[in-house]
């Protein structure tokens, strides 16, 4: 089952940070990153995140547990780009019939590769640290968010753990019935397909019975709302959002730096 409840370790430093601050930090973290397809920032974003991860109170297993989706993604995209990239560029590494592995294929899909993770690492801690409801209070007390947006994406993040739920009932309803793919794998990606588009319609349907059912007890409402949880915004989390701004900036220089001195070195 999908676990989305906050994993962090009670008392961690940074994990007690206000939601708002650690969400800003991991924004302005990562934004800079799309500057540059140089593996290098992304890369010393990455040991900055690993390195800072006991901070937050996550432990590397966990975080490799919760990452496994992206793992998996970035060896799609590195095997498709090593096989079909138009760049090929540079020293020869393998060369076996239509698969040619050069230089140039090498650094682009290592910088996709890496700039992802980079991007995505830090969305993924900042959940792991937070539990929703802080995080929807937050947003209405310190981002000043509408009421409606904040409440309504917390109801949205409670019911994603019952996609895997129904994606299981789907798939044992239609075996039941004498659907099933077998070996063969076309069929499989049908019946994927198939399965898909059902759990799709089943949450679009659902989260209209929820948009309705919140209306009804006055969400939609333009007065103000009262909060029962004060989250406070302090000098450490603006500290914390600043320090992430400067690793940022540091990792994009340094990647700049030695792009100039690359040449002169090689």
Known sequence: MIDLEPVATPGAPLARRNPVAKLAAAMVFTIVLVATLDPVAPAIAIAVELAVLPLFGVRYRVLARRAWPLLAAAGGILVTLVLFAADRSGRVFVEAGPVVVTEGVLVTALGLVLRMLAVAL????????TDPTDLADALIQNAKA??????GALAA???????EQEWRMISMARRARGVDAGRNPIAKLRLFASIAFTLLVGAIRRGTRLAVAMDARGFDAGTPRTVA?????????????????L???????????????????G
């Open 122 to 129: 830090p969305g993924i801690i900042v959940f792991a640290t």
């Open 146 to 151: 509408p009421a409606r947006f904040a409440i």
């Open 157 to 163: 993040f409670r019911l994603v753990p019952l996609l």
């Open 229 to 245: 949880r004060r989250q406070r915004f302090t000098r450490a989390d603006a500290l914390l959002v600043v320090t992430a701004a």
């Open 247 to 265: 690793l940022a900036a540091a990792a994009l220089t340094t990647s700049i730096l030695l792009g100039t001195f690359r040449p002169l070195i």
